[in-house]
Nanobody
Framework: VQLQASGGGVVQAGGSLRLSCAAS????????RAWFRQNPGKEREFVAA????????YYADSVKDRFTISRDNAKNTVYLQMNNVKPEDTAVYYC????????????????????WGQGTLVTVSS
């Protein structure tokens, strides 16, 4: 599985941005698909996740009610809609995919993911 992230850029605080993560290769039932973000010198942190074939979504508290993760099954693509962005949302955003049947309790754990996109930079100006 190869992941290609895109959509990053510079946006003003309060604005919106949509990130895309296109995957090549097969999809697997209940495969975890997620977005993480990272700033220099800091650990990669969980942002949002879903499992392929299911409608439930999961979010970090810091982005809940502002960000939405969704997917297009036909395009094998996962999106992250970012609304009302804040300067603290500035980071490199990575999309990730786990194995089939990812258990719910591990969706927020970076160690659960074995496939990673190259990262796309989001800069929020105040």
């Amino acid at each position: 599985v190869q992941l290609q992230a895109s959509g990053g850029g510079v946006v003003q605080a309060g604005g919106s941005l949509r990130l895309s993560c296109a995957a090549s290769g097969p999809t697997f039932s209940r495969q975890g698909r997620a977005w993480f973000r990272q700033n220099p010198g800091k650990e990669r942190e969980f942002v949002a996740a879903t499992r392929w074939g299911e409608s439930n979504t999961y979010y970090a508290d810091s982005v809940k009610d502002r960000f939405t993760i969704s997917r297009d099954n036909a395009k094998n693509t996962v999106y992250l809609q970012m609304n009302n962005v804040k300067p603290e949302d500035t980071a490199v955003y990575y999309c990730a995919a786990a194995c089939a049947g990812t258990i719910l309790s591990s969706l927020r754990d970076v160690r659960s993911y074995i496939y990673w996109g190259q990262g796309t930079l989001v800069t929020v100006s105040s």
